[in-house]
C-alpha cells in the first residue's frame, strides 16, 4: 500500500507525525511537494513527483496546499482532480478544498444548510465595501478570500480606517470579504471533525478579538455541546469534508455562529489539550476507508 502526503516540508511538525503513523501500519509512505507535481497527457505516468509516478498510489493525504497565484492553485486542484478521477482516494477530497478555501462559498453553503454564520458581503468596488461596512453595523472584520491562519485578517471599527484600508486593498485588485464582528467575550471553539464523530476540541482564549492560535489564542482543554458537536459534524457533511477543523463563535447572547470550516487543518495546538493521539485517528480512517 502506498500512501503520499501532500506538503511542503517533511520536517514540519504534522507531516513527521503522519509519516510516523503510516510507517507503525507498514504503509509505504512518501512526502509530495505540490510544487513538484508534474502531469502529462498521452504519456504514463500521468502524474508524477520529482520523476516517480504516483497513479497508483491507494490514497493521498492533503496536509497543505500552499498560496501561490490563480495558475498555480488552479493547476495544484486540476493534478489532484485527475488523481481522483484514476481512483486514487484523496483526503480531503478535492471539490471539497475548492469550496472550503473560497471563504465566500462556505459562507454561502453554510446559509443554504440552515447555519448561523456571520452575515457578510463581499464585493469588488470600493464604494459599495464602504456601504457594506455601514451596512454591516460599522464593525466588520475584512478577510482575504482565500487564505488561512488568520493571515490578512483585520477588525475595522471606524469609518475613515475603513476608507484607508479599502483604498490599500483597492490598490492591489482584492475582492473585498467583510463579515459583521459576532461580540464574543474573548474565545472561540476549534471542533475537529473526523468522519461522523467529534475526536478533539479546544477553546482558544485571547486578550484581544482575534483567538486563533497564530494570532495569540492560548488553547485550553474543552468539551463541546451536543448542540455544537452536532453542528460541527453536519457542517463537515454539508462540504464533503472527511476531516475538518471547525470554528465556532457563541455570541454574547448565547448564538453559536459556524464561522468557516479548514480542509487542512493543523492540529498541534489542538493535540497538547487533547489525550486522543489525532494524527494517529486521522491515519486509521484513511486506512479504514481503503478497505
Sequence with gaps: MKIGIVASDKAEWHVKRLLTELEKHGVESYLLPVTRIQSKVGIKPKISVKGYGIDDYD???VRRVPGGTVEQVIYRMDALNK???MGVKVVNPVKSIEKTVDKYMTSALLESAGFRTPKTIVTESFTEA????????GDVVVKPLFGSLGLGMTRVTNPEVAYRVFRALEMTNSVYYLQEFIQHPGEDFRIFVLGSSVIASMRRVAKGWK????GGGKPEPYKP???IAEISIKAAQVLGLIYTGV???VSESGIPYVIELNSTPGWEGLQSVNSVDIAAALVDHVLTLLK
Design 83 to 85: 488523481l481522483e478521477e
Design 211 to 214: 483567538t486563533n492560535i497564530s
Design 247 to 249: 470554528d465556532v463563535i
Design 59 to 61: 490514497a493521498i493525504i
Design 130 to 137: 464602504m456601504k457594506a461596512f455601514k451596512d454591516l453595523g
Design 225 to 227: 455541546s451536543d448542540e
